[in-house]
């Protein structure tokens, strides 16, 4: 059974791509702090507690591990936070990639896959095909983008595989209820309006209703996490099947405002989402959607808002 080393499979997406990883025949083994993972999210294979910036600890995991592959999520991911913190967002994200990337090149480098964002392309331009201009807008998207360089660079100069995904917004949670989005605090969307229609959630503050859109919100490209999940169990057998790299945009190719998702969650749940009308959010772009592959779309198993509220809300009434 392959070995792939998954940075931050403790957190929301990467341990769902363990799951993935499993149910594909492969054994993850976990490298987290536990920052903002949860221990209990490890139940694929082993979790080694500590940093991807500790050069030693990963040295030790390459000697001790047959690693075949590296998925590398571990990551601050708020890019409001990000703001405020940014030397926070560059040390844990581009130090720590840096250190990774030292790791796997002297360990016979492995394949890679990245975690990136739709964060680095900034403000759209036309359609975020993978070719548009990158141009981010927050210290979050810039440490992202500095990581696809990193990575970029290092595949050129000594012949590493890497796949560089950029997600859009990652929603949902396991449709077999093993696992669910448990980030705290809370700050997405669709955790917040569902636990706002069930009451188990102040009302949703609706951020921004000027925006230029049909009806004033903001419109993204939710795609469900086991979909997502999955995105990496190909790419890694993409890479492994001899692809030399490449990257990726993950989405659906679909956009939802604000206001459609409330709709959605109002219709699933049968309880209208309460609710305020609040500013914008300052950094929010007005529309994010992902013009993705054929091979993208075909992959995607829970397309559609109602897939993703189902499998969120199914774990709350669980709860
Ligand atoms: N929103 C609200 N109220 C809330 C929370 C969100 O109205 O309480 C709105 C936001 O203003 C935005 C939309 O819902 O228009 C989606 O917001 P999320 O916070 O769920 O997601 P973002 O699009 O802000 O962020 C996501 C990822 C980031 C990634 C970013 C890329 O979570 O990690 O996309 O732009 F960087």
């Given at each position: 059974?392959?070995?792939?080393?998954?940075?931050?499979?403790?957190?929301?997406?990467?341990?769902?791509?363990?799951k993935?990883?499993?149910?594909?025949?492969?054994?993850?083994?976990?490298?987290?702090n536990?920052?903002?993972?949860?221990?209990h999210?490890?139940?694929?294979?082993?979790?080694?507690e500590?940093?991807?910036g500790?050069?030693?600890?990963?040295?030790?995991?390459?000697l001790?591990?047959?690693?075949a592959?590296?998925?590398?999520?571990?990551?601050?991911?708020?890019?409001?936070e990000?703001?405020?913190?940014?030397?926070?967002?560059?040390?844990?994200n581009v130090?720590?990639?840096?250190?990774?990337?030292?790791?796997?090149?002297?360990?016979?480098?492995?394949?890679?896959?990245?975690?990136?964002?739709?964060?680095?392309?900034?403000?759209?331009?036309?359609?975020?095909?993978?070719?548009?201009?990158?141009?981010?807008?927050n210290?979050?998207?810039?440490?992202k983008?500095?990581?696809?360089?990193?990575?970029?660079?290092?595949?050129?100069?000594?012949?590493?595989?890497?796949?560089?995904?950029?997600?859009?917004?990652?929603?949902?949670?396991?449709?077999?209820?093993?696992?669910?989005e448990?980030?705290?605090?809370?700050?997405?969307?669709?955790?917040?309006?569902?636990?706002?229609?069930?009451?188990?959630?102040?009302?949703?503050?609706?951020?921004?209703?000027?925006?230029p859109?049909?009806?004033?919100?903001?419109?993204?490209?939710?795609?469900?996490v086991?979909?997502?999940?999955?995105?990496?169990?190909?790419?890694l057998?993409?890479l492994?099947g001899?692809?030399?790299?490449?990257?990726?945009?993950l989405g659906?190719?679909?956009?939802h405002?604000?206001?459609?998702?409330?709709?959605a969650?109002?219709?699933?749940?049968?309880?209208?989402?309460?609710?305020?009308l609040?500013?914008?959010?300052?950094?929010?772009?007005?529309?994010?959607?992902?013009?993705?592959?054929?091979?993208v779309?075909a992959?995607l198993r829970?397309?559609?808002?109602?897939?993703?509220?189902?499998?969120?809300?199914?774990?709350?009434?669980?709860a």
């Open positions: 059974m392959s070995t792939i080393l998954v940075t931050g499979g403790a957190g929301f997406i990467g341990s769902h791509t363990c993935a990883l499993s149910a594909a025949g492969l054994q993850p083994v976990v490298i987290d536990l920052s903002t993972g949860f221990r999210n490890v139940k694929w294979g082993p979790l080694i500590g940093d991807v500790d050069r030693t600890l990963l040295n030790q995991i390459f001790e591990y047959p690693v592959g590296v998925i590398h999520f571990a990551a601050s991911t708020y890019v409001g990000s703001m405020s913190v940014p030397l926070q967002y560059y040390r844990n130090a720590a990639t840096l250190n990774l990337l030292e790791a796997i090149t002297a360990h016979g480098s492995p394949p890679l896959i990245f975690s990136s964002s739709c964060a680095t392309y900034g403000i759209p331009v036309g359609p975020l095909a993978e070719d548009h201009p990158q141009n981010p807008v210290p979050y998207g810039w440490s983008l500095m990581c696809e360089r990193l990575i970029l660079d290092t595949a050129m100069a000594h012949g590493l595989r890497a796949a560089i995904l950029r997600y859009f917004n990652a929603a949902g949670a396991d449709p077999d209820g093993e696992l669910r448990e980030h705290d605090p809370e700050t997405h969307l669709i955790p917040l309006a569902v636990g706002a229609a069930l009451g188990t959630r102040p009302p949703l503050k609706v951020f921004g209703t000027d925006y859109t049909p009806d004033g919100t903001c419109i993204r490209d939710y795609i469900h086991s979909d997502l999940a999955s995105a990496h169990v190909r790419a057998g993409e492994q001899g692809s030399p790299g490449f990257i990726r945009n659906t190719g679909r956009g405002s604000v206001a459609q998702v409330l709709e969650i109002a219709a699933v749940t049968g309880r209208p989402v309460a609710h305020e609040h500013p914008r959010r300052p950094g929010d772009p007005p529309a994010l959607t992902a013009p993705v592959s054929e091979e779309s992959g829970f397309p559609g808002l109602s897939a993703i509220i189902n499998s969120v809300t199914g774990r709350l009434h669980d």
